[in-house]
């Protein structure tokens, strides 16, 4: 059975950073492309950064880029998303993605 549990969201000012886990149960991410999404209030859930499987090389939504880092842990089953110089428009719930799987979310508020 495959789980996907985030950590790491909370409230902050804005200008400061989160860094958010996801952690896989059930199988292990070497060999997927992982995506984040974030759904924000009254709006459809978007896709903001994903690693390919086969280079690792990372990928971000434009209203992301340059402030969020994804990256894969040390061990086979975490990847954790870096996000700095956060925004009161990057409040939402986040959630990771392999294949057909998501996780619970996690929820990140930006504000003063």
């Known amino acids: 059975q495959v789980q996907l549990v985030e950590s790491g969201g909370g409230l902050v000012q804005p200008g400061g950073s989160l860094r958010l886990s996801c952690v896989a149960s059930g199988l292990t991410f070497d060999y997927y492309a992982i995506g984040w999404f974030r759904q924000a209030p009254g709006k459809e859930r978007e896709g903001i950064s994903c690693?390919?499987?086969?280079?690792?090389?990372?990928y971000y939504a434009d209203s992301v880029k340059g402030r969020f880092t994804l990256s894969r842990g040390m061990n086979d089953r975490t990847v954790y998303l870096q996000m700095n110089s956060l925004k009161p428009e990057d409040t939402a719930v986040y959630y990771c993605?392999?294949?057909?799987?998501w996780g619970q979310g996690t929820q990140v508020t930006v504000s003063s």
């Open positions: 993605n392999v294949l057909r799987f």
């Open positions: 690693i390919s499987s086969s280079d690792s090389n990372t």
